[in-house]
């Protein structure tokens, strides 16, 4: 159980370009999602965190035109990088908590983002 | 907010030998202490994790003990096998709260 999924599991993209990530929880309801970042050989960065129906809260530095998120149901969130540049590369990874309040999380996948 | 500082960030060691990674963390609120393995280029995988209600926890060759005074905790893997390398993370999140925060990570490297 716990089964959360990403798509893709990697895009390379032009410079410009907008790329949709997808996050789904496979066999449970997650009320709450989470977004992170992470380069090469660094941790994991959290960039946003998202409850299904309302806005996403973002953290410090983490651009919200940039980084559009979208939970729209209890199963899906999904994350756009709008106007992707090669600085944007990374491994985007999302995850999601049972309930609220509740502090274990489940973890995607992931994605490798290309900007060329 | 949360701070976790984890050391070290490598550690080298021998199959057979016993590994040991700290961590601290700054807000007294936090009451979850979860520990991750991840492989290059996938997902984090909860190895073990510990709420501040306990102040040890064991599972087979993993162990998590917790001082919750001292604000730090620390993953024992014994009987080291070359599989176990890997970078692991340690993680803080408060109470009442799914948010988790990171420390930096440590690259296990287990030769044989």
């Known amino acids: 159980g716990a089964v959360v999924s990403q798509h893709p599991s990697w895009v390379i993209c032009k410079s410009g370009t907008s790329v949709k990530i997808e996050c789904r929880s496979l066999d449970f309801q997650a009320t709450t999602m989470f977004w992170y970042r992470q380069f090469p050989k660094q941790s994991l960065m959290l960039m946003a965190t998202s409850n299904e129906g309302s806005k996403a809260t973002y953290e410090q530095g983490v651009e919200k035109d940039k980084f559009l998120i979208n939970h729209a149901s209890l199963t899906l969130s999904t994350l756009t990088v709008t106007s992707a540049h090669p600085e944007d590369s990374s491994f985007y990874i999302c995850?999601?908590?049972?309930?609220?309040?509740?502090?274990?999380?489940?973890f995607g996948p992931g994605t490798r983002l290309t900007v060329l | 907010g949360e701070n976790v500082e984890q050391h070290p960030s490598t550690l080298s060691v021998q199959e057979g030998d016993s590994a040991v990674i700290k961590c601290t963390y700054s807000d007294s609120a936090s009451n979850y202490f979860p520990w991750y393995k991840q492989e290059l280029g996938k997902r984090p995988q909860l190895i073990i994790d510990?709420?501040?209600?306990?102040g040890e926890k064991k599972d087979q060759r993993i162990a998590v003990t917790l001082n919750k005074t001292a604000k730090h905790f620390s993953l024992h893997i014994t009987e080291t096998q070359p599989e176990d390398s890997a970078v692991y993370f340690c993680?803080?999140?408060?109470?009442?709260?799914?948010?988790?925060?990171f420390g930096k990570g440590t690259m296990l490297l287990v030769s044989p």
């Open positions: 993680a803080a999140s408060p109470s009442g709260y799914s948010t988790l925060t």
């Open positions: 995850s999601a908590s049972q309930r609220a309040g509740y502090n274990e999380q489940f």
């Open positions: 510990i709420r501040s209600n306990v």
